[in-house]
């Protein structure tokens, strides 16, 4: 397969070839948005992130790359923390299926995105075939949590937050450990901010899970 010449989001810098191989790049041009000439088919994609690991891309409905370095080591260790205490609530109630930061859910406008960590019920999860589970996840998460790292800007995090309610999120949390704040998200509402909250009790889709804050303000 021949390479996709892609360009950076400022056209000064050189042409990249994104032949499936590493971007050889310092860390310091991280993050970066990158244009493909042509879209990336969902197989070119994942050959794109696998070749590419372990930085995490996402890829907008118009075809751009969104490059994110790893997650550095306390925020790894907290989202760590995020998806465990959901994992555990799902082994304990018996019912959902838990997302980490290394699932990738797709669109049908073809946004692929990470959320840091997420929800999805038994009964959607167990309508996908064999196959839909070992790829993309093709339905939109009922809950979702973003941790703001050091490098991600306000205002994209909080984008990203309405980007996940606008494809059908039920309930959504950011949580900012350098604000120290977590922002609730419900439909058709503003964001409820609280101010280093103890504990965020789960509602909705989630009722009965809860999270322990004090890990995430350290």
Do not use: H
Not at 90 to 108: C, D, H, M, Q
Not at 137 to 156: A, H, N, T, W
């Amino acid at each position: 397969m021949s390479a996709v010449p892609i360009v950076w989001e400022d056209e000064s810098q050189p042409e990249l070839s994104a032949d499936f191989g590493p971007l050889l790049l310092p860390s310091a041009f991280f993050p970066l948005i990158l244009r493909p000439s042509r879209r990336f088919t969902e197989e070119q994609f994942l050959r794109f992130c696998r070749a590419n690991e372990p930085l995490r891309i996402e890829q907008t409905a118009e075809g751009e790359l969104i490059v994110m370095t790893p997650a550095g080591n306390r925020t790894g260790n907290k989202e760590g923390y995020i998806f465990r205490e959901i994992d555990l609530w799902v082994e304990r109630e018996g019912k959902g299926f838990a997302l980490n930061s290394n699932i990738a859910v797709t669109f049908p406008d073809r946004n692929f995105r990470m959320p840091d960590a997420g929800w999805v019920s038994s009964d959607r999860w167990n309508s996908l075939t064999d196959k839909q589970k070992d790829g993309f996840l093709p339905i939109c998460p009922e809950f979702i949590v973003e941790l703001r790292s050091p490098s991600d800007r306000v205002s994209e995090i909080e984008a990203k937050m309405e980007f996940w309610m606008e494809k059908g999120v039920q309930l959504g949390w950011l949580i900012d450990p350098l604000r120290k704040l977590a922002m609730i998200y419900r439909p058709g509402q503003e964001p409820e901010t609280l101010l280093q909250p103890e504990t965020l009790a789960g509602e909705g889709p989630i009722a009965g899970f809860s999270l322990k804050m004090q890990r995430l303000w350290e």
